[in-house]
């Protein structure tokens, strides 16, 4: 991993820390359907790492950097063979899921707290940057879909 990816890595961890601590907060208050949807942290947490395989997935390979940045970012000790094996088991789903469900999960919180759905938003984008610049340099295809991220997201 290189420096860059270490500097914003250190950042996305505190602001997904922060992040779940509040998804705790909102969840304790009882403004979020428990029942149907599960532990909010849990939910937002597969949610974003949804989003950060399928931006590893956009250059077409799983690599050594991206799998350490995706373990720092999860408390996870996966492989990339490992990762890429976990994209192509959930491959139907995964190949719409990044915009689609990261949109579907800001509506979703949008329903509950504005403030906390821009910071969910926020933290998907950045998630993206990191793992785009964890190998030295975004691929043009990964930056085309953290651009159509960037763009759905708005």
Not at 37 to 64: H, I, K, N, W
Not at 86 to 96: C, E, G, I, K, R
Not at 113 to 134: H, T, W
């Amino acid at each position: 991993m290189n420096t860059k990816a270490t500097i914003e890595l250190k950042h996305f961890s505190q602001d997904l820390e922060a992040f779940l601590f509040a998804c705790d907060e909102l969840e304790n208050s009882g403004r979020w359907d428990l029942g149907n949807l599960g532990p909010m942290a849990v939910y937002f947490e597969a949610d974003l790492f949804a989003v950060c395989l399928q931006v590893m997935r956009a250059d077409g390979v799983f690599e050594t950097p991206e799998a350490e940045v995706v373990n720092a970012m999860f408390g996870t000790s996966y492989t990339p063979r490992q990762l890429s094996e976990l994209y192509d088991s959930a491959a139907p789903v995964a190949t719409t899921y990044a915009e689609e469900d990261a949109q579907s999960a800001l509506a979703l919180l949008a329903q509950v707290d504005l403030a906390l759905r821009d910071r969910y938003r926020d933290l998907l984008l950045k998630a993206c940057d990191v793992i785009a610049v964890s190998d030295g340099d975004a691929e043009k295809s990964e930056r085309m879909l953290i651009a159509a991220m960037r763009e759905a997201l708005a």
